[in-house]
């Protein structure tokens, strides 16, 4: 009786709880989200050259914690060359995420030094992948934003180039001042400035005041 | 006169210097008081996402081979109500014929296209076992099925999507490629809140290594949101 009793007041308790787990196990999802434009380097990459590419932004839209990678695939529909996977490399191999949380994942472009040049298109795509369950088929969700970049022919210019070209124009004019000034030094062209004695002196041919 | 004229030179000469390297100081700070209001908007969400529910399912229906080789009752190699047999066992995620498809894929965010493709099938945990490679059985010659009439060959399975939509499964394989179970009418174009069923059939392999002794395995298939095409985003 006292048994029975017990589960009387237990039972409600139990089946609101099964009621409540069941649903929450049933819509279990596993989901991935990546932003909608396109990562794209401003300007050219060059051969032999490592740049960072913009970083990306990914987002756990499942209602579990995910682990969460990005890798690059080829673009389903084609369009310019492919990029090779091992072109692209993230700042980490993957970022944890609990659910409803976003995170930038950075990426750096290596340009082998025997790249073709040209336009290149692939996907960036985000992963959310969990560790195996026992048995059947285990389903995951992806999301991929287009890469998009090029490559320049010429080789990627080195330090001294850079810094040659940076001040290539302000050493010329420097230097042209400087011969400027030594050929009106060395020719004796003189200005004549003539100005009317205010009273305390005399401008001589100079310019110069006395008294 | 002289040393003027060489400060006049060293002076205009700095001026272009700063000029023509670019270095620049920015302007200052707007000084003075002022007010301000703040303004809350929304925005529609600008990320591309796929949800898949469940996050794993299990293969039921278990059937063992079709023909040429056709397994009888008597062959100790043919699938059980729990096991896939050899060769090219099957088993099923779903019903088409009964409506039954219980994977729920759903597409939010900016429009774009549904994808799918199958990964390796892996043993559970320490089993041993060589993994299966997904296999085509029609074109993609890089990943055709090496079985005899298209089906799996040593190692290899298949894997058919369908939806309550779809009139026959669609096969796929390790390659991304659009889902046309998505949408029927509309190829895999997806939009935002776009939401499909589908269910799975999987085949197994002609042959496995003899050393093999897994008895668990995992399939994978992964559903991807891909962007619009570069042409689509110059529109």
Redesign the interface.
């Known amino acids: 009786m006292h048994l029975r009793g017990l589960f009387g007041t237990l039972a409600p308790a139990v089946l609101a709880g099964a009621l409540v787990a069941v649903p929450q196990a049933a819509q279990a999802s596993v989901g991935v989200g990546i932003q909608a434009g396109p990562v794209r380097l401003p300007g050219a990459a060059h051969p032999g050259q490592s740049v960072a590419l913009p970083a990306v932004s990914v987002v756990n839209v499942g209602t579990r914690p995910e682990s969460i990678r990005v890798t690059v695939q080829r673009d389903p529909r084609g369009g310019g060359r492919p990029v090779p996977r091992s072109w692209v490399q993230p700042g980490v191999p993957s970022v944890q995420l609990a659910p409803h949380r976003a995170t930038r994942i950075s990426l750096e472009l290596v340009v082998p030094a025997g790249a073709k040049p040209g336009a290149y298109l692939s996907d960036i795509v985000a992963i959310a992948s969990e560790q195996l369950s026992a048995g059947g088929a285990h389903l995951g969700a992806g999301a991929a934003t287009l890469l998009e970049f090029r490559v320049a022919p010429d080789p990627a210019p080195g330090f001294w180039s850079s810094v040659f070209t940076q001040s290539l124009w302000a050493l010329l004019v420097v230097i042209l001042l400087a011969v400027v000034v030594f050929a009106v030094r060395r020719s004796g062209l003189r200005v004549r400035v003539e100005r009317k004695a205010a009273g305390y002196g005399t401008a001589d041919e100079y310019g110069g005041w006395h008294a | 006169?002289?040393r003027l004229?060489?400060i006049a030179?060293?002076v205009?000469?700095g001026f272009?210097?700063i000029h023509?390297?670019g270095v620049s100081a920015k302007d200052p700070p707007p000084g003075g008081h002022s007010g301000s209001t703040a303004v809350t908007f929304n925005t529609i969400q600008?990320?591309?996402?796929?949800?898949?529910?469940?996050?794993?399912?299990?293969?039921g229906h278990y059937a063992s081979g079709t023909t040429p080789n056709n397994l009888a009752s008597t062959n100790p190699n043919r699938s059980t109500k729990k096991a896939m047999g050899f060769p090219w066992g099957t088993c099923a995620?779903g019903d088409r014929v009964n409506g039954k498809d219980p994977?729920?894929i759903?597409y939010?965010?900016?429009q774009g296209y549904v994808?799918v493709h199958a990964?390796w099938a892996?043993p559970?945990?320490n089993e041993v076992g060589t993994p299966w490679r997904p296999c085509s059985s029609a074109g993609h010659r890089a990943v055709a099925c090496t079985g005899e009439n298209g089906l799996p060959g040593y190692n290899q399975y298949t894997v058919r999507n369908f939806s309550p939509q779809s009139g026959t499964a669609t096969q796929i394989n390790g390659?991304?490629?659009?889902d046309v179970n998505f949408q029927p009418t509309r190829g895999c174009y997806a939009k935002r809140g776009d939401t499909q069923r589908e269910g799975?059939y999987?085949r197994g392999p002609s042959k496995i290594p003899g050393t093999d002794t897994a008895q668990?395995?995992?399939?994978?298939?992964?559903?991807?949101?891909?962007?619009p095409?570069?042409?689509d985003?110059d529109k």
Do not use: D, F, K, Q
């Not at chain 2, 668990?216 to 962007?227: D, F, G, K, L």
């Open positions: 006169m002289r004229l060489v030179a060293i205009v000469g272009l210097v023509l390297s600008t990320y591309r996402t796929m949800t898949v529910s469940p996050t794993a399912v299990n293969c995620v994977i729920t759903s939010n965010g900016m994808y990964g892996m559970n945990g390659n991304n490629v659009c799975l999987l668990s395995w995992t399939a994978w298939v992964i559903w991807t949101a891909e962007p095409s570069v042409a985003n």
